[in-house]
């Protein structure tokens, strides 16, 4: 057999294939047939040892140089091939835009995710930025750091849930509010820092106002000259515009959480007429979130010197708000992905809340 003819047959065989090869497929399995392991090239390469030393050298060349005319060969054809399906699926899978909405859509947005894109808004026009994190947390995010020992009482009131203990003795937590993207915030910006946490958080907690997972957003204000003053202004601008009346009423009483110092809780008036809940009228008043002046060792804790920044923080229940403002009884019905109570509270997706545009309009 002559050895020469025999690979140009082979060539061409090989490159017409390549040159019919309808896709990646086709060709991938060309390729095998050729340059794989137990391809026909390969398998001559493998039978040059028996041949005759003086054939040896050049055939091993010939088989070489061969081996990579045909991988030249694939990787352009793969090239075209790739070209085409990328046209064909182009093609496919064009978009009108200029199509007009569909008016029968039957999806609807949760009022959570509602509100949650409503308060973003209401505190990004006051220049605060979004930051967020983990929901499984370390004791010492969700709690040391924010100057809750061991043993502390508010660790009672957390019921945390715990995942199992590690070889070394330590256990991992679901979350039991936003307030450790505060000390997460301190350690990776540096001051003037002016945030929004919003997020899931967890509590071993269920009744007609607790479900074992809800939502809040936390704040946190850190740089020099911060103080009291601030808070108050900010979370009156805040009210005002998330229930979209100038004339709610605030209430600030004295109160205890064990990162802030001083610490207050607001209260909102309401009427309960009828059973239902109006905010910004009548003489009852509803608690609706926790604040205060940022303690120093959560300030130590996250790595700045609370000689020289000091800040505000508060954290508001979101589902709180949303129950609030737009009437919605029981928390627990929230999260049980009713059809009905979906069409009924959700919002339409292209109802964007903007400040401009309206809020809940
Ligand atoms: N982390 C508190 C809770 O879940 C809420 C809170 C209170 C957050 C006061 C704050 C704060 O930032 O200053 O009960």
């Not at 061409?12 to 090869?21: D, V, Y």
């Not at 660790?155 to 000390?183: A, C, N, W």
């Not at 979370?235 to 990162?259: I, Y």
């Not at 627990?332 to 009924?344: I, K, N, T």
Request: hydrophobic share 40%; proline share 6%; charged share 30%.
């Amino acid at each position: 057999m002559n050895g020469k003819d025999d690979l140009q047959e082979l060539e061409a065989r090989f490159l017409a294939e390549i040159e019919k090869a309808g896709d990646e497929r086709a060709l991938e399995d060309i390729r095998v047939a050729a340059l794989g392991k137990k391809g026909e090239i390969s398998t001559r390469m493998k039978g040059l040892g028996k041949l005759p030393p003086e054939e040896r050298k050049s055939m091993g060349q010939a088989l070489n140089a061969l081996k990579s005319r045909i991988a030249e060969a694939i990787a352009a054809r793969r090239e075209v091939l790739k070209q085409q399906a990328l046209a064909a699926r182009l093609e496919k899978e064009r978009v009108d835009v200029t199509l007009p909405v569909r008016p029968e859509h039957k999806g609807s947005i949760h009022p959570v995710s509602h509100v949650w894109e409503e308060v973003v808004e209401i505190f990004a026009d006051l220049g605060f930025s979004v930051a967020e994190g983990p929901h499984i947390e370390t004791d010492w995010y969700n709690f040391e750091a924010l100057n809750i020992p061991p043993e502390h009482p508010a660790r009672q009131e957390h019921d945390t849930f715990y995942f199992h203990r590690k070889d070394d003795g330590t256990r991992m937590l679901l979350r039991t509010h936003t307030s450790p993207v505060q000390i997460r915030t301190m350690e990776s910006t540096p001051p003037p820092i002016r945030i929004i946490a919003p997020g899931r958080t967890f509590r071993c907690d269920s009744d007609q106002t607790h479900t074992p997972m809800f939502h809040q957003v936390e704040a946190l204000v850190i740089d020099e000259e911060t103080h009291m003053g601030h808070l108050k202004w900010t979370l009156e601008e805040f009210c005002k515009a998330f229930f979209e009346t100038d004339s709610v009423k605030m209430r600030f009483r004295a109160s205890h959480f064990p990162f802030t110092e001083p610490s207050m809780e607001v209260d909102i008036n309401c009427s309960w007429e009828g059973g239902q809940v109006k905010v910004g009228e009548g003489d009852d008043w509803l608690e609706i979130l926790g604040s205060g002046m940022v303690h120093p060792n959560v300030i130590r804790a996250g790595g700045l010197d609370p000689e020289r920044y000091q800040g505000y923080a508060f954290g508001i229940g979101l589902d709180r708000l949303a129950m609030l403002k737009y009437g919605i009884p029981d928390l627990r019905a929230f999260f049980e992905a009713d059809l009905r109570w979906l069409r009924h509270y959700g919002f339409s997706f292209l109802q964007v809340p903007t400040l401009a545009g309206g809020l809940s309009a």
